[in-house]
């Protein structure tokens, strides 16, 4: 005959294995980041309209934990002098962080990065680039580094980053500096940005020496949006934490001059 207290134990151990089991699923349940890439041209879509509550709508939809921002304006005149860091971010429900690279109609001109996640540090770093003459236009370049806390405790460092535009050399040194800037330890870390170079060219050759390239399978062209012919938007990662999911380029013609390019990443435990 079972006694009272030996019923009252069997109920105990059974509700033990349960809460256990429990645990051990949650444990076990695959965790999702998604990382989208976006030069949004100042805010200026193909039909010369400066809105940003379309791009907003654009990031949104791509239900991001990381957003890399290329061409970003703040207090610029073409654009109503707006802090379009602070705008998107709010729209977008992100924190903001922005990283200059140049002044420009009174304002300032960069990078930024909105993210979901809690930012630990913030560093705003100059790249190479040669300086403008009267026969070549070009512009300072340089990178936004956010340190960010995985939903796991580990620490992601996330890189919003735009290569020149028109000089082959300047893409080459940029490419290196990152490597030497962003590839020297261990630390979990994503790079997104606008390269300004196809696949298999020099800058992407030399990236991967260092990252592995979350691009799709058919390489889809990222620009010009209204009819893409050239894949120059890109996400790169490194360590052993993060396995890429899936990765494209989303069709969107209008918002701004280039897609936005979404990778999605399965975040390994330690």
Known sequence: MQTPQYL???VLV????TLLGSLVSVAEEPRTLRVLCYNIHYGQGNDGEYNLQRLADVIKAAKPDLVALQEVDVGVKRSGRLH???????????KSHFGPTQHYEGGLFGNAVLTN???ENVLIQPLPYTEATPEVTTYPRGAISVIVTLPNG???????THFQHNVEADRVAEAKAINQLFAVDNMTTILAGDMNAVPGSEPIRILEENWKNAIDPAAAPSAPSANPRSRIDYVFHRGD?????????IAEPMASDHCPVLAVFEVRSK
């Open 14 to 17: 059974a509700l033990a294995a």
């Open 117 to 119: 996640l809690p930012v």
């Open 8 to 10: 009252w134990l069997r």
């Open 154 to 160: 580990e620490h992601l460092n996330f890189i919003s």
């Open 241 to 249: 934490s993060l396995k890429m999911i899936s990765s494209e380029v």
């Open 84 to 94: 379009e860091v602070k705008i998107l971010g709010e729209l977008t429900n992100l």
